[in-house]
């Protein structure tokens, strides 16, 4: 069985300061790897994710995330935080493997912009 | 409209009684999953479908019903609720090897339920 552990649950930045949301994941077999966003009061929505390829990936609003095998890692990054990015944010683990739809949650870590 | 939808957003129920969350999409995707959201246990997987008539347990099914009869609809039914079934729920659907949209699940935007 897979599992993903977010150990910050809350995370207060500044505004224009640089964030780091961190994911670890647990899984004998090779994984597909997401971070979904979740803002006030609304269902979840992709923000990025690995399945294959270049370990670096990037979301169309600045965030990127490296998917690290040695470390069974997948930490979430922005150099530059806006208010507008304050939200619930999600990693979560998949079995790689073609038709496994099933994922994996996390329990979440709460981004706080401070302006 | 097309996308994702739940219903009802919102629920208040009695402890014991029946109650169904619907969902609908769109798309036409093949799988469709129910979740429930609680505070320190993020999204929990409660039942999912492969496709239409084909439903399996996830990690949390005590206590829910589901069924699939047509592709678009995936009704959650708690048969005799309880106050610890009290919890935001979602639905969503995906759909295997769709280019840049495999693996993603599509969300719809939560019944919040409160079981008195």
């Known amino acids: 069985a897979q599992s993903v552990t977010q150990l910050d649950s809350q995370v207060p930045v500044f505004e224009e300061a640089p964030v780091e949301l961190r994911c670890n994941y647990s899984s004998s077999v090779s994984v597909y790897l997401f971070w979904y966003v979740q803002y006030p009061n609304q269902g979840l929505q992709l923000l990025l994710k690995y399945l294959s390829g270049s370990t670096l990936v990037k979301s169309i609003n600045g965030f990127e995330a490296e998917f690290n095998k040695s470390q069974t890692s997948f930490h979430l990054r922005k150099p530059s935080v806006h208010i507008s990015d304050t939200a619930e944010y999600f990693c979560?683990?998949?079995?790689?493997?073609?038709?496994?739809?099933?994922?994996?949650f996390g329990t979440g870590t709460r981004l706080t912009i401070i302006p | 409209d097309a996308g994702i939808t739940q219903s009802p957003r919102y629920k208040i129920t009695e402890t014991g009684r029946q109650v169904t969350l619907m969902c609908h999409q769109t798309w036409s995707h093949s799988y469709m999953f129910w979740y429930r959201q609680d505070l320190g246990h993020g999204l929990r997987l409660i039942y999912y479908?492969?496709?239409?008539?084909?439903?399996d347990k996830g990690e949390v099914p005590d206590g829910y019903v589901v069924s699939r009869s047509k592709t678009e609809n995936f009704p959650l039914t708690l048969e005799s609720a309880t106050r610890s079934q009290t919890s935001v729920y979602f639905c969503a659907s995906s759909e295997a090897g769709r280019g840049d949209s495999s693996y993603e699940q599509y969300f719809g935007p939560g019944t919040r339920l409160t079981v008195t």
């Open positions: 979560a683990v998949s079995v790689a493997q073609f038709g496994n739809e099933k994922l994996t």
């Open positions: 479908s492969a496709a239409a008539d084909i439903t």
